[in-house]
Nanobody, 120 residues
Framework: QVQLVERGGGLVEAGGSMRLSCVVT????????MKWFRQPPGKERDFVAA????????DYKANVEGRFTISRDNTKNTVYLLMTDLKPEDTAIYYC?????????????WGQGIQVTVSS
């Protein structure tokens, strides 16, 4: 059974930092591309960051680039999202995704999500 479990969310003040983890079991992580998405209150889920299965390619949503860093440790079956200079508009439920392809619309696996709240 494949499971993706997000950890590290909670409440942080604006300007602060937070690191999310996504612990993956049931698949060989090094074979999968990984992404983070988020769903703000009342809005649709949206792309945040991506990292290729090798870790050599990363991609970011424009308004988080330079503030967020995605990384992975295949030996720990874990993907991270380091978020710095957090803003109230970063408040959302954050989800991780694993896929053998690059496009989440073609399948893959999702975590259950974790709440991140940034206070002003």
């Amino acid at each position: 059974q494949v499971q993706l479990v997000e950890r590290g969310g909670g409440l942080v003040e604006a300007g602060g930092s937070m690191r999310l983890s996504c612990v993956v079991t049931g698949i060989t992580l090094e074979d999968y591309n990984m992404k983070w998405f988020r769903q703000p209150p009342g809005k649709e889920r949206d792309f945040v960051a991506a990292i290729s299965y090798t870790g050599r390619i990363t991609d970011y949503k424009a308004n988080v680039e330079g503030r967020f860093t995605i990384s992975r440790d295949n030996t720990k079956n874990t993907v991270y999202l380091l978020m710095t200079d957090l803003k109230p508009e970063d408040t959302a439920i954050y989800y991780c995704w694993a896929g053998s392809g690059w496009n989440q619309h073609t399948g893959g696996y999702w975590g259950q999500g974790i709440q991140v709240t940034v206070s002003s």
